[in-house]
Structure formats: structure tokens, C-alpha cells
């Protein structure tokens, strides 16, 4: 398995930008899709954004498209998530994920999760 290790959230203000890191390590990192989650306190987890092993295909979330931009590093083993214009709303803490098989859209097809960063967007 693989085991991630998220960094870089904090406290910001809205309208601020904010990148977040996923580092991997153990099984090689490019044989695996990589998502990012978030879940707000009393609300459902949900996954914001994905990327495929080569970065050839990305996914997001609907309502963040335009504000979030996922990427990656194989050569560093590193996946990234930044996020501009920040809203309140963005509060939440944000996991990394990774998968193997099946589908980077679907949630369930992940299996390896970080202990998550914790992101907080003041008014």
C-alpha cells in the first residue's frame, strides 16, 4: 500500500489562495489515481477533485471547476490542490486519496487515505 501524508492547510481569509500537498510513499506513487476529499463538520466527506496516474485525465467537483486546480509529480511523489478565491464554505478538513482500480470519479474505489490537513477559510 501507499501512504500519504497531506500538508500545507491552515488558516486563510476569503478570497486568499491556498496549496495543499499530498506526498506518497512505499508502493510506487504513479501506479496510483489520486483524489482529494474534504468533509465540512456534520457533513458528508465528498471528493473535490482527482487526477489520473499521468495526469491525462482530471475530475472535479461542479460547483469548485474554475477555482481548484489538481495536479502532479511523479518525479517527486507529490500531488497538489490549489485552491483560490476561498470561501467560507471551503472550511473543512482535506484528505488525500489513492486508488488502483476502477474508476477516479467514484469514491469508493479509494483505499489508501491520509490523516488529513484542515483547511479554514474566516469571513
Known amino acids: 500500500q501507499v501512504q500519504l501524508v497531506e500538508s500545507g492547510g491552515g488558516l486563510v481569509q476569503a478570497g486568499s489562495s491556498l496549496r495543499l500537498s499530498c506526498a506518497g510513499s512505499?508502493?510506487?506513487?504513479?501506479?496510483?489515481?489520486i483524489g482529494w476529499f474534504r468533509q465540512a463538520p456534520g457533513k458528508d466527506r465528498e471528493l473535490v477533485a482527482a487526477?489520473?496516474?499521468?495526469?491525462?485525465?482530471?475530475f472535479y467537483k461542479d460547483s469548485l471547476k474554475g477555482r481548484f486546480t489538481i495536479s502532479r509529480d511523479n518525479t517527486k511523489n507529490s500531488v497538489y490542490l490549489q485552491m483560490s478565491s476561498l470561501k467560507p464554505e471551503d472550511t473543512a478538513v482535506y484528505y488525500c486519496?489513492?486508488?488502483?482500480?476502477?474508476?477516479?470519479?467514484?469514491?469508493?474505489?479509494?483505499?489508501?487515505w491520509g490523516q488529513g490537513t484542515q483547511v479554514t477559510v474566516s469571513s
Open positions: 486519496a489513492a486508488g488502483l482500480r476502477g474508476s477516479l470519479s467514484i469514491s469508493s474505489y479509494y483505499d489508501s
Open positions: 487526477i489520473s496516474r499521468s495526469s491525462t485525465t482530471t
Open positions: 512505499g508502493r510506487p506513487f504513479s501506479t496510483y489515481f
